[in-house]
């Protein structure tokens, strides 16, 4: 399998417009996808059902789109990015613009399972189609920089969700969303052939295809790395999905105060994505990631005592920055795996690895709270500290 790039290192405004289309379509994906787990409470009343039930609407959006990766990935090998992306960010308009007409609990978390196979590939495919426009030792600033637009994501979503629902309602949050995504769809229509760069492409074959999957989680760095990738996304989704509920039992926070109590989330991507990279880039993935789990681990203990809000709050946005030291460093780590021609195959593992790991990170806290919330966080604290004090000595073969 051969592919041919055409955007090359010489036509860098072309990859500045791209890589900018890119962040853009990134950031919707995850705004909308964090849009839901503040709102948890406010569905539970505008819908009336328990939060047990409306609890698994992040599990439903983050498993089928873990799934879908395995195939987008691939897909995106054999047909070209292009076709693949402009597809997915179309379902991904629709699919959130239905999202605002539900009508029932069920209704509600059969469409979010729906938009989770519609929008599996774009990010995947995007971080694929850097690791085909940038050589592995430049590669740290743009997927940086495609990270630093999902943490705004990510803050946008998990602030504004809970936020302006008194103000507008989520109902219409979804259909604003829909409106943004349709528009940046029309802005990769118009630039569509800048999406060009991976279009000439010999289909791999099934049985090759399936050997090189078998080979990419079979070496020793494969099968580390997205144990990690996999381990590292429950933590995070476990203990984000649950933290407007934590906010409102804990601190007894309306809407619009577990919207505010949640700024801080993303913004050390927003901020530090690029300079992170650059970083990594710089001195090696394998000295920051150790890093980023121990500031993870750290932060969710604070979350255990009940400590004044302020400083809640601030430990929330430590949180995001040790997610930010980790999975965007992973996901470069990822596209070195294997050959150029299974590059969207590593991805689309790596990306169904994380967020199967999301959907099992949410349901796992969700059983544990049956317990306590103190017994969940000291569950998930002691995951991350087993996962520091392992990649002490993993990484050390990675660069």
């Not at 399998?1 to 010489?10: E, G, L, V, Y």
């Not at 630093?148 to 507008?168: E, K, R, W």
């Amino acid at each position: 399998m051969t592919t041919k790039a055409i955007i090359t290192d010489n036509n860098a405004a072309a990859r500045t417009i791209l890589l900018r289309i890119l962040a853009v379509a990134s950031c919707l994906v995850l705004f909308q996808g964090y849009l839901v787990a503040p709102l948890i409470p406010a569905l539970t009343a505008d819908l009336h059902a328990p939060a047990a039930i409306l609890g698994l609407a992040v599990p439903a959006y983050t498993i089928p789109y873990g799934l879908s990766t395995l195939f987008y990935g691939p897909l995106s090998d054999r047909l070209g990015r292009k076709p693949v992306l402009l597809s997915l960010l179309g379902m991904m308009t629709a699919a959130t613009f239905v999202l605002a007409f539900s009508r029932s609990a069920y209704m509600f978390l059969g469409i979010r399972v729906l938009a989770g196979l519609a929008t599996g590939g774009i990010v995947p495919i995007a971080i694929a189609l850097l690791g085909d426009l940038y050589p592995y030792e430049e590669r740290g600033k743009p997927i940086g920089l495609l990270y630093s637009a999902m943490a705004c994501g990510v803050m946008l979503g998990s602030t504004l969700g809970a936020y302006l629902n008194p103000l507008i309602g989520w109902r219409m949050e979804f259909m604003i969303t829909s409106v943004l995504c349709g528009l940046v769809l029309a802005l990769a229509v118009f630039y569509q052939k800048l999406f060009s760069a991976s279009q000439r492409v010999t289909p791999m074959p099934f049985k090759a295809l399936l050997s090189a999957g078998y080979q990419l989680l079979s070496g020793e760095k494969g099968r580390s790395l997205y144990s990690y990738v996999f381990l590292n996304g429950m933590f995070h989704s476990g203990v984000f999905a649950w933290l407007g509920y934590y906010f409102s039992i804990r601190y007894h926070l309306n809407d619009q105060g577990i919207g505010l109590a949640l700024l801080g989330y993303g913004l050390p991507g927003v901020l530090l994505g690029v300079s992170i990279g650059k970083l990594a880039d710089r001195y090696g993935r394998k000295k920051l990631i150790p890093i980023g789990l121990f500031i993870g681990a750290l932060t969710v203990t604070v979350l255990i005592f009940h400590f004044p809000l302020w400083m809640t709050a601030i430990a929330v946005g430590c949180l995001s920055l040790g997610y930010d030291m980790t999975q965007p460093l992973f996901a470069g780590l990822v596209t070195s795996l294997g050959s150029h021609a299974s590059r969207g195959l590593a991805v689309g593992l790596s990306a169904a690895m994380l967020f199967l790991g999301y959907g099992i990170g949410a349901l796992t806290f969700q059983f544990l709270l049956q317990f306590s919330m103190n017994t969940a966080l000291v569950t998930f604290v002691g995951l991350e500290v087993c996962l520091f004090l392992r990649s002490l000595f993993v990484f050390r073969k990675f660069k």
